[in-house]
């Protein structure tokens, strides 16, 4: 059974960089599509990006220059960085597989 | 950037149906994929593809597109069902995906 385990320091300050890993387990890598989303708290579901089946990276505008996301292959991993965060990043961050395969979530505090 | 326009809340009674919609302008191009997220815990994908059921979802949850507008019914609503329900899809060009605002759902 496919399963995803997220890593990632969960406490940071004010413009330091958010790095969280999700490694996949029991399932193949090919023709990989992977997500990451967020919620702040109260808030709705806001989708951060994805690296699609053929490679390609695609972020939601308004983190653009801000987000990167990242696959290695040769772990079953990927990666999500966000540089510069402020108090306005916190929130529970997700990785997903395709689209009905979510991690267990990271929650993100950032202090001033 | 693109958006999908949810209604804030939808109030049912046991064994009746629920029905809630997702507007956004690329839907007529666009599959629409529904979530049921509980308090606590991370989104359970209930409908994909529009119309398509993924294992272990009950029969009740059905869904559907017309034109601009998916809708996600709950036909025979239970108690079980109360949570927030997010649609979500992608823009024309398919480079940028987002998840609607998202429906509360209330059993009583």
């Known amino acids: 059974q496919v399963h995803l385990q997220q890593t990632g320091a969960g406490r940071l300050k004010s413009s330091e960089t958010l790095s969280l890993t999700c490694s996949i387990s029991g399932g193949s890598f090919n023709n990989f599509h992977g997500s990451w989303v967020r919620q702040a708290p109260g808030k709705g579901l806001e989708w951060i990006g994805e690296i699609t089946h053929n490679g390609t990276i695609n972020y939601t505008p308004s983190l653009k220059s801000r987000v990167t996301i990242s696959v290695d292959a040769s772990k079953s991993q990927f990666s999500l960085r966000v540089t510069s965060v402020t108090v306005a990043d916190t929130a529970m961050y997700y990785c997903?597989?395709?689209?009905?395969?979510w991690g267990q979530g990271t929650q993100v505090t950032v202090s001033p | 950037s693109y958006e999908l326009t949810q209604s804030p809340s939808v109030s049912v009674s046991p064994g009746q149906t629920a029905r809630i919609t997702c507007s956004g302008d690329a839907l007529p191009l666009k599959y629409v994929y529904w979530y049921q997220q509980k308090s606590g815990q991370a989104p359970l994908l209930v409908i994909y593809e529009d119309t398509e059921r993924p294992p272990g979802i009950p029969e009740r949850f059905s869904g559907s597109s017309s034109g601009t507008v998916a809708t996600l019914t709950i036909s025979g609503a239970q108690l079980d069902d109360e949570g927030d329900y997010y649609c979500?899809?992608?823009?024309?060009?398919?480079?940028?995906?987002?998840f609607g605002p998202g429906t509360k759902v209330t059993v009583l």
């Open positions: 979500y899809s992608m823009d024309s060009s398919g480079n940028e995906s987002v």
């Open positions: 997903a597989r395709g689209a009905g395969l």
